[in-house]
């Protein structure tokens, strides 16, 4: 008989569940989170993590954050397993506030290697929807890759439901030898706003793309901010929101409109994408022309299989189909 080696898991001790500290938590959590997502961190997750080093060492912030209790949009909520000392599992929540609900996004939910398989997500999950319930949150949110098929079975067996499905779209990661489109002559791409004529039709595009229950997540907090009208300027010097905008017509046909707003905070920038489900190639390789001419990266989030040939020829390749999940909390 032959003996092969195997590797076997350290054996578990008693774990416990306890919120996350941010005066002492930070530093291990990112260390954690690196070890969890190695080989799958991108730009932007690095440098979110190089962040969370700084704010580790940030004892003023640090105090400003714990005096003001939970604030919307920030990432310092949630929980962490902890095992003799160490933090091997965390799960972190996104407080949301949009249209007067009280939302949570889940993300980070991590798992030291040599702790998989022990039902430490699932106990750190159940925890977050007993911080949700206590909180009188309306919904909890998540997105997982699609691929991630454990994952996707972990959350359908907590009771979370499919939304929908996007594809992350990033610039800079084409492969040398994949098809660009010759972008159309015949399209003129310019950096103002659509036409008030054409306005309803590139509305209606941006809010097929983009459902209005996720609003909270999108590029803008309202369409409006685009709108060529006196209330749309007034909405934009109210929010202090200035998007850079282009539209791209052939003749008197609207044929696409993509906003970006610059996010300095971040490696890439984001764009939200209005186009017919079936666009021309050359079209919208004209429309994003000038866009991908900038230094800067872009990343976009649009539902898969919509445009896809399109966006491909114009320049994107698809990092990742992520699908997004939901569980309502009844009152």
Known sequence: MTLQSVEIAPPISV??????????D???????????????IDADGVRSLRQMRRMARNRRAQRQILARGEMPGMPYYGYVYEVDGRLVGNVTLVPIRHKGQRLYLVVNVAVAPAYRRRGIARALMLRAEQHAR??????????????NEAAVRLYEGLGF??????????SGEVP?????????????????????????????????????????HHLLPSWELLAPTALGLWQRLKSGVWALHWRALRGNELVGAVALLPRSYAVSDEVALALPA????AEVAALLQPILRRKKPIRAEYPRG?????????????ARYLRWMVKKISA
Do not use: C, M
């Open 15 to 24: 774990g416990t569940i306890r919120p996350i500290d941010i005066t002492r």
């Open 26 to 40: 930070l530093a291990p959590l990112a260390d954690l989170l690196h070890e969890a997502f190695k080989g799958y």
């Open 134 to 147: 206590r909180r009188r949150a309306q919904a909890l949110w998540l997105q997982v890759d699609e691929n």
């Open 161 to 170: 439901e499919k939304h929908s499905v996007v594809t992350l779209w990033r």
């Open 176 to 216: 040398a030898d994949a098809p660009i489109a010759v972008p159309s002559p015949e399209v003129r791409v310019r950096k103002r706003l659509t036409p008030r004529p054409l306005w309803d039709l590139e509305r209606a595009w941006f809010t097929e793309a983009y459902p209005p229950e996720l609003g909270w």
């Open 278 to 281: 079936d666009p021309a190639p």
């Open 306 to 318: 919509r445009a896809a040939k399109a966006l491909r020829s114009a320049g994107l390749w698809p």
